[in-house]
């Protein structure tokens, strides 16, 4: 990556100037606001003067005079109050594209110090309805995964499915009461969740159902034999349907540890936390509140009155007084588990934002149990519909990952139909599948996770603007090219000289895909990447208009051509990156 050889450079121009760097001061190179200036920009020079007190230009001056000179910058200049300018010589970046069109993984360096990182997502509930939340924290948890792997981590994902809790009272009624046994063998998930809303329905109006929701809850989780059976099933019918929606979207996780797999572990883990003190019994149940160790502001376990403005405790329920365990007693014992089996380094949680309060605090109180792995909650905001609303389908139901997925391709479908090219049915349905499903998932992870998205299938789905259709489009652009040349057999020589600015212009925005992949996980925003590829497919079409390809010939062909190959492989392993996968024709 430039950014990191110009920093390492830079690190080490300071120490050949003699200039002793202060404690925890990091050199930072960036890419340059303004390319007319250079590629990569540093202001290292004009914040070391600041606290040195000295005069950053001269500052700045003195360490230009110490790096060293090759290959890498064909320039470097001092800008404004002492700003330092890099330019990437040609012959850099011609050695760079070619290493991209030589190695499968695009030429991205891998991370120093590979973790072991624990990846939550997805996760919906068993005959509950599925709501927009599951498909963000799908595709973002997804794309986390594969670009963690990617850069080198070893990445577990883990769905875990909300298999166990109180709605099984209502199902296990609806069951024996209520159920369409034909339809739960066609659409398992839709027929659980009818039966799901009309028992809750009834039990809102009528004392009666709720009471037999409940003698069917406690049943089930006194191990009652045909409750047991019946929950079983349910579980099992559902994640056979989810796993094939997953497949349609080409995701997968390496386990399936559901709420339910902790179940044994709760009563010894509330038993461990008493006897630590680190619970106590409050009203007969178990809580957690807080240790004093931190300010009410930043305590999870104190809360303000919203009256009279004082603070109170607002401590996490581990078990009820009759006995129940909750959802955070089940998130903690899955650390344990996750720690102790996995050896998790890091763990991150891949859901929506309502849930914030409740991360903070499962992780405090897993500090204080003595873990020290790193947990994140990656936090996304709504989708909206069309009209800025709340997103529900036209009957008022929210909408799940079910119904978009089924909708999309749909769509992509029809598109597919009017531009009758010569494919085949077989051909059609699969790009349908690719177009559409990437259309989903690229709405989604071109977006900033926190802020709310309006969902809108025209845009989406356009051959126009910042969507999969047109990224996937640039790719298949890059591929005719090939096939237009002596039946695909082309070789690339190694004379690559960059010599036009729209050749330089492209070379330079594919160097920058190892960083684009890498800023991801600062801070797990997919949207980085996302919009690095938009970047790129418009630089390309510049290229591509500025530049002949096919009617050049020796080493501007062969130039060109390797831009091609390299422009068409980022773009295959970036959207693949981004969980969407690329089709030859469309
Ligand atoms: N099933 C939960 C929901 O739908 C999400 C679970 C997230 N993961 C966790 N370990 N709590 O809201």
Redo the contacts with the bound molecule.
């Keep these: 990556m430039f950014r990191a050889a110009l920093t390492d450079r830079l690190q080490a121009a300071f120490t050949a100037a003699g200039i002793a760097l202060p404690e925890g001061f990091s050199v930072s190179v960036e890419l340059a606001s303004d390319t007319r200036f250079g590629d990569y920009q540093s202001n290292a020079a004009m914040i070391l003067a600041k606290q040195l007190k000295t005069n950053p230009r001269a500052l700045a001056e003195q360490i230009k005079t110490a790096l060293p000179v090759d290959e890498l910058c064909s320039e470097v200049s001092i800008a404004g109050p002492g700003f330092l300018n890099f330019r990437i010589s040609p012959v850099a970046l011609a050695t760079k594209v070619q290493a991209i069109t030589a190695d499968a993984g695009c030429d991205v360096v891998k991370v120093a110090q590979p973790k072991t990182i624990v990846i939550?997502f997805s996760?919906?509930?068993i005959a509950?309805p599925m709501h927009v939340?599951?498909i963000r924290?799908t595709f973002i948890g997804d794309c986390l995964a594969r670009v963690s792997r990617f850069v080198g981590h070893q990445v577990i994902t883990d769905n875990?499915?909300?298999d166990w809790g109180t709605q099984f009272g209502m199902i296990i009624h609806g069951w024996k009461t209520q159920l369409n046994h034909e339809e739960l063998k066609k659409h398992p998930i839709q027929e659980l969740v009818r039966t799901y809303k009309l028992i809750n329905a009834q039990a809102k109006e009528d004392e009666a159902v709720l009471t037999l929701c409940k003698t069917e809850l406690v049943k089930l989780q006194q191990g009652d034999a045909e409750n047991l059976e019946i929950w079983k099933e349910c579980v099992r019918l559902t994640l056979v349907q989810l796993e094939e929606v997953y497949g349609t979207l080409d995701i997968e996780f390496d386990h399936y540890l559901g709420?339910s797999f902790y179940n044994d572990a709760l009563a010894p883990l509330v038993t461990d936390l008493l006897a630590r003190e680190i619970a106590t019994l409050s009203e007969g149940a178990a809580v957690i509140f807080s240790d004093g160790t931190v300010g009410v502001d930043d305590d999870p376990f104190m809360t303000r009155d919203r009256e009279t403005k004082e603070w109170k405790p607002l401590p996490l329920i581990i078990q009820k007084s009759d006995g129940g365990f909750l959802?955070g007693t089940?998130?903690l014992a899955?650390i344990n588990y996750r720690v102790q089996e996995w050896k998790a380094d890091e763990i991150w949680?891949v859901?929506?934002a309502p849930?914030q309060l409740?991360?903070r605090q499962v992780f405090a109180a897993a500090k204080r149990m003595g873990h020290t792995t790193e947990m994140t909650h990656i936090a996304f905001g709504s989708i909206l519909g069309p009209d800025g609303k709340m997103f529900k389908t036209r009957s008022g139901e929210t909408v799940g990952l079910l119904e978009v997925i089924e909708e999309a391709i749909e769509r992509a479908r029809a598109a597919a139909d009017e531009k009758e090219q010569g494919l085949s049915d077989t051909e059609k349905d699969e790009i349908a599948r690719i177009i559409g499903g990437g259309s989903v998932k690229y709405a989604e992870l071109s977006q900033n996770r926190l802020t709310d998205y309006k969902f809108s299938w025209d845009k989406m789905l356009s051959l126009q603007g910042n969507t999969a259709p047109y990224l996937i489009n640039a790719y298949v652009r890059t591929r005719s090219i090939f096939r237009k040349l002596e039946g695909g057999n082309v070789t690339l020589t190694t004379d690559v000289e960059l010599t036009e600015p729209a050749e330089i212009a492209l070379a330079m925005k594919l160097a920058q895909f190892a960083e684009a992949t890498h800023d991801v996980l600062i801070d797990h925003r997919p949207n980085t990447l996302a919009n690095y590829l938009y970047e790129l497919a418009n630089t390309y079409h510049s290229f591509y208009e500025a530049c002949h390809v096919l009617n050049s010939e020796g080493t501007v062909r062969n130039t060109r051509l390797t831009l091609c190959e390299a422009t068409s492989r980022v773009l295959k392993t970036g959207l693949g990156l981004l969980g969407i996968q690329t089709t030859e024709r469309m």
């Design positions: 939550d996760a919906p509930n509950k939340g599951h924290s875990h499915v909300g709420e959802y089940t998130d899955t949680y859901v929506g849930q409740h991360f």
